[in-house]
């Protein structure tokens, strides 16, 4: 990370996968003395090496528009000793923000660019970097650090907490303007017990007004995007929030696994490897190959094998990609090959196998698949804040609205890779369409519909087994942390779920593990797909769904139009996942699709529970 673009000093590190679900565009990032935003993509670097998964660019210039050209891959080369070299120009460009800062000694308060403070960069330590009162009269240039609120509406926008007009009620100061004071004279037990005082005329307010929801005097939102450096007319009511509340920044994501063009062997293995230095415009026919084969020593591990052979495999890549992108649904093809793993072509990113299922659960589960490999790759899209949005619903009234990454029309976005391994269900699609038709006729899953189509609006709901199908991934999700040596931060699902209509429907999901800076995992997951250890486990995950440590209140929750969760029986203590593992927020999930619960016994798709 570096406080613009390159040239200008490092002031912390991230890691790729952070800058998509934690740390994106337009997020803030709390360094160690300071706190910066992640600058939109007009202010980064020229982008220098691309992330090629042509089904994943289909579905960003689905949502962004055709002109979007390239995935690009995070800026970044590996570091040496010398804190001069070109590594240490390279990063992300970021902006101080909040710019309101306070004096670790005296407490006085004011802005970065406001004369008082100073920036003391350190090349050689840039978690040291802060900014010092020099001025102080208290000591040695003691630390100034960031003013701990900030303002941010529904719309997106973020913006600095108003000191000036806050401090005196929102009228003019009566003498004509002083310095600020922040001081915390309670007993500090409470962020918000924190007095801001005007110097000049004595005026001071409590923080904790502010967040008073009953208050009659609100600032309105000034419309402000310090990522893109832009204002625009907003006509929501500001709200404010502390300094690295989780609700400030989330990040809008597509993502895309990598499946294999056609069954191949090392030749194309090597071809995949490489493909980012072969999928480029001068290499058009077997004569342009032969020379770059001459010239780039990057791919020096190709010339093994004859240019005919190579060009060959090429061809193969891009015919298989091509038709690949035709295909608007990033899942159905995995669907395809996962449910097909005989048939399905195997290579060093994309390995899978079948695994028995277990005797005891025959009749409810159709496929267990072991995948030894995966390769997947994320881009981010845009973002939101104060409220996290539905992956489904479009950006209309009344849905979440999402940020752009750059100013005017975005021609790349970036994207990490990712590898691991995961274990793939299979659910026997006649129980689950007799499961729908009982669903489509129980009062608690109806208002759970209704509620999901009133916040997020009318193509927000997804089909009725989406429900099931996302509920028994998280029961299993939190099951297998206690076996698989992964912690359930470190597991994610992918659902598999649609009705029958012009495709086959599909009915599964995919629990997997995946690390952007390695070669892989360790098996651990996989080994949990062994035919015994799947049925134990997929056992105790049901009986751990019967019953919640927070019943009675858990069971008997239910969804309405004025609760903003969107699910029933799920909470922290039983079903809830951290957000980086699931796709939909912990939203719609319903414990009593699982098995039978205190509240509800005539919905459990499990209903043979041994």
């Not at 005797?359 to 030894?372: C, D, E, G, K, P």
Request: net charge negative.
């Amino acid at each position: 990370m570096s406080s613009s673009s390159a040239g200008h000093p490092r002031v912390g590190a991230i890691r790729p996968s952070q800058m998509l679900y934690a740390y994106g565009v337009g997020a803030l990032v709390d360094l160690p003395n300071f706190a910066v935003v992640v600058a939109g993509l007009q202010a980064w670097d020229r982008p220098e090496e691309t992330v090629s998964e042509p089904r994943l660019l289909a579905a960003v210039q689905a949502a962004l528009g055709p002109q979007v050209a390239q995935l690009v891959a995070m800026p970044w080369k590996e570091e040496t000793r010398n804190a001069t070299d070109d590594w240490a120009r390279i990063g992300v460009p970021v902006i101080p923000f909040p710019r309101w800062m306070r004096c670790t000694r005296c407490n006085l308060l004011s802005t970065i660019d406001g004369g008082l403070f100073t920036f003391n960069e350190d090349i050689y330590h840039p978690e040291r970097a802060r900014f010092e009162h020099r001025g102080c009269g208290k000591g040695k240039a003691p630390s100034a650090v960031p003013a701990r609120f900030v303002m941010a509406c529904v719309n997106g926008h973020l913006d600095e907490f108003p000191w000036q007009e806050f401090a005196h009620g929102y009228k003019p100061c009566a003498a004509g303007g002083g310095t600020l004071e922040l001081s915390e004279p309670g007993s500090g037990t409470r962020s918000t017990e924190v007095l801001v005082r005007c110097h000049g005329c004595g005026a001071s307010a409590f923080v904790a007004t502010a967040f008073d929801r009953t208050a009659t005097v609100r600032p309105a939102c000034r419309g402000r995007h310090p990522h893109l450096r832009t204002f625009e007319r907003c006509i929501e009511a500001a709200q404010p929030l502390l300094l690295g509340a989780s609700n400030t920044w989330f990040g809008i994501t597509l993502s895309a696994l990598f499946i294999p063009a056609s069954a191949g062997g090392a030749i194309d293995d090597d071809v995949d490897a490489l493909w980012v230095h072969l999928d480029i415009p001068p290499i058009r026919d077997e004569a342009t190959l032969e020379q770059a084969l001459t010239f780039n020593p990057t791919l020096e591990m190709l010339r093994a094998h004859s240019v005919a052979d190579l060009w060959q495999a090429i061809d193969r890549r891009r015919n298989g990609e091509r038709v690949q992108a035709e295909t608007a649904d990033l899942k159905r093809p995995e669907w395809l090959q996962f449910t097909n793993p005989s048939g399905a072509p195997q290579s060093a990113d994309f390995t899978i196998a079948e695994s028995a299922v277990p005797v005891r659960h025959r009749a409810s589960i159709a496929q267990v698949i072991a995948a030894t490999r995966l390769r997947e790759t994320t881009a981010s899209i845009a973002f939101a804040r104060i409220d996290a949005p539905d992956p489904s619903a479009p950006d209309e009234p009344g849905a979440v609205h999402r940020v752009p990454l750059t100013v005017g029309p975005t021609y790349w976005v970036p994207a990490v890779e990712s590898r691991g391994e995961g274990l793939f269900v299979r659910l026997p699609e006649e129980r689950v369409r007799a499961w729908e038709d009982l669903a489509q006729r129980t009062p608690r899953m109806m208002r759970l519909r209704d509620a999901v189509l009133h916040r997020f609006g009318p193509r927000a709901w997804p089909a009725m087994r989406y429900v099931f199908l996302h509920t028994l991934s998280h029961a299993l999700i939190n099951e297998l942390a206690l076996e698989c040596g992964y912690s359930a931060a470190s597991l994610r699902e992918r659902i598999y779920a649609s009705e029958e209509g012009a495709q086959e429907p599909m009915a599964g999901i995919l629990i997997y593990t995946a690390a952007p800076d390695s070669e892989g995992t360790l098996g651990g997951l996989v080994a949990m797909a062994e035919s015994h250890t799947f049925g134990r486990i997929l056992t105790e995950a049901l009986h751990r769904a019967t019953f919640c440590s927070s019943d009675p209140l858990c069971a008997e929750h239910e969804a309405s139009d004025d609760d903003r969760t969107q699910h029933g029986a799920a909470c922290h203590s039983c079903l809830f996942v951290p957000e980086t593992s699931c796709e939909r927020n912990n939203r719609l999930l319903e414990r009593a699709t699982l098995a039978e619960t205190m509240a509800c016994s005539d919905l459990a798709f499990f209903n043979d529970l041994p």
